[in-house]
């Protein structure tokens, strides 16, 4: 019934206009602070728009864009790694927010409740800060920017939307789980939801084989040659040699052979190789995490390889959990790569994961209240690992009473070859628009069964099947 009165409304209600005389007259909600006075920006790369600065809970910088011609969705959306920055002008799909403006939303960009670099945690020795990022910030925002774009419009948005990718899509999948009134869709993309697993078990032990006495193991330009010495065996077992490994766990390398070859890898490289693809141990060699999946070496490049001069990205954020989980038992952090028994030590008595983790398989909740959930995730992602996303839509679906029941609210696809927030672009096909398939199942019922996937030169597309 909620979908069918928000359809009729649609259907009645032409578009909204925003005028700048409303923009510059806004005064703000409750809760909410301006940094600057709203602004009437003229339409040039962006459609003429209201541009509202503040800061909401005291703590969390937001920037809000509402566009003269409003078609009555509003979105906030998410922020990337331990968040820290406001980036409003960021393109693309990935916690961002133009691409939507563009289309006539009304939308939030923020910093998640904190200045710091995106790795970095010492912030959250504020106790308050830590739950605003974790998950609180999503009422919050949401109360703030209904309540400006009515005062801007003169009416609450129809349709409330959210999209983000890595912590954004953790973000959404906590949305999901703890808030499910609070939007109508959710894009959710490569969710580090299991972030106790990602950050801690994962993060130590690709840290602990990566670097030596602060230097790497496997500089970075190593990354190249591993990647074609994976496709060269694995690239055709899909049957097509289109440099893109379609069917990672069928791919099965001995890396041992790269350091027989002239110019290859040392013995110690390879055997470094080997362990991040076998899975994360514990002392007794049971596996308790998964590892990378073949086909995630381009990306790898990025997250996980460090030279002399740069740390990846990955190690020091997990570095930056680790020192996370540390403070919050009273311990002194250790040095980066902590063995895996001192992670799931900390893991276990910490109440960080508890606050943190979005791992509640009962989207029953978020079912009864008309919600959809569109869940998105690269195979060949090397810092947010793609099984446990996997693992956790088989749970849900158990929970929902079958996977045909699960897909009436949450629909998830794997996309191969892609790695993690477009943040570097694939090799092949890799663009699509996640929020366009939401937008379609929110509104119009037309659940996605596959995602339009384009390369980046626009020549060539493909449909890619849910999961």
Known sequence: ?????????????????????????????????LE???????????????????IAAEKIHFLMRLPAEWQGRFLLAGCGGFCGELLPDKEGYSNTINFAVRRGYAAIAHDGGHQAPSWDTAWARDA????????????????????????????????????????????????????PTLFDGIAAGASVADLSGNGGLWGSWAT?????????V???????????????????????????????????????ALAKTPDGLTTEQAATVQSLYGGVQDASGRIVFPALEPGSE????????????????????????????S????????????????????????????????????????????????????LADPLVIPKPMEDYYDRAAQKSGGKDTLRRTARMFMVPGWGHCWERPSLTADDFDPLAALESWVERGAAPSFLELRSRDG???????MR
């Open 128 to 179: 308050d800060a830590l739950d605003i990022w974790a998950h609180r910030l999503l009422p919050i925002l949401t109360e703030a920017g209904t309540s400006i774009a009515k005062s801007i419009y003169g009416r609450e948005p129809r349709y409330k939307y959210f999209s983000g990718c890595s912590n954004g899509g953790r973000l959404g999948m906590m949305a999901a789980q703890r808030y």
């Open 327 to 378: 403070a919050s038992v009273d311990e002194p952090a250790t040095g980066i790569g902590a063995p895996i028994a001192t992670m799931q030590s900390l893991i276990a008595r910490s109440k960080v994961p508890a606050l943190t983790d979005a791992k509640n398989p009962d989207l029953r909740p978020f079912a009864r209240s008309g919600g959809k959930l569109l869940i998105y995730h690269g």
């Open 1 to 33: 019934m909620r979908r069918f009165l928000c359809l009729l409304a649609l259907l009645a209600s032409p578009l909204v206009h925003a005028s700048p005389e409303s923009c510059v007259a806004l005064q703000p909600p409750a809760g909410v602070r």
């Open 459 to 465: 020549k060539s597309t493909e449909q890619l099947p």
């Open 208 to 216: 602990s084989r990566l670097m030596r006495d602060g230097k790497p």
């Open 298 to 325: 381009f990306f790898a490049e990025v997250w996980l390889a460090s030279s002399v001069d740069r740390t990846g990205w990955g190690i020091l954020a997990s570095d930056g959990y680790r020192r996370l989980l």
């Open 218 to 256: 496997l500089p970075t330009e190593r990354w190249k040659l591993i990647r074609e010495f994976v496709l060269q065996r694995c690239d055709a077992l899909d049957g097509k040699q289109d440099g893109r490994i379609d069917a990672p766990r069928e791919c099965k390398v001995d890396f041992g």
């Open 36 to 54: 600057s006075a709203p602004r009437w920006v003229p339409a040039d790369r962006l459609p003429a728009h209201c541009e509202v600065r503040g």
